[in-house]
């Protein structure tokens, strides 16, 4: 699979990150936090996509991989009423142990 990504450095203290982000945004992909619990809706592609760079974040203990979400289009039909926040997926090997920031909506 040909994934088109963009590559940027952060830095966080004297570590260096790669992050990095699908040159194409994820239309059909979106994360919702309902307080208790998280829901996703995905079309294929979309799925595809993540799949691939979840793999890449596994394999990659210096890089993070952002997948900006929060501004796309819940699906209509299956989405309630009452949405919660929409956030964007951040996907990171288990080495970086990046901690939830509570509270940052």
């Known amino acids: ?7 940027h450095q952060a830095r966080l203290g004297a570590d ?3 992050v990095i982000r ?3 945004p994820l239309n059909h992909a979106v994360l919702i936090d309902h307080d208790r619990h ?10 595809r996509r993540i799949a691939g760079l979840w ?9 993070l991989i952002h997948l900006p979400m929060r501004a796309n289009r819940p699906p209509a039909r299956e989405v309630p009423d ?5 956030l964007d997926l951040v996907l990171l090997h288990h080495s970086l142990q990046f901690t939830p920031l509570a509270g940052s909506r």
């Open 82 to 86: 009452n949405v919660g926040f929409q």
């Open 38 to 47: 998280l829901d996703v809706y995905l079309d294929q592609d979309a799925a």
């Open 55 to 63: 793999m890449l974040a596994a394999r990659s203990p210096r890089s």
């Open 22 to 24: 699908p040159a194409q």
């Open 16 to 18: 260096e990150l790669r």
């Open 1 to 7: 699979m040909k994934l088109p990504v963009a590559i």
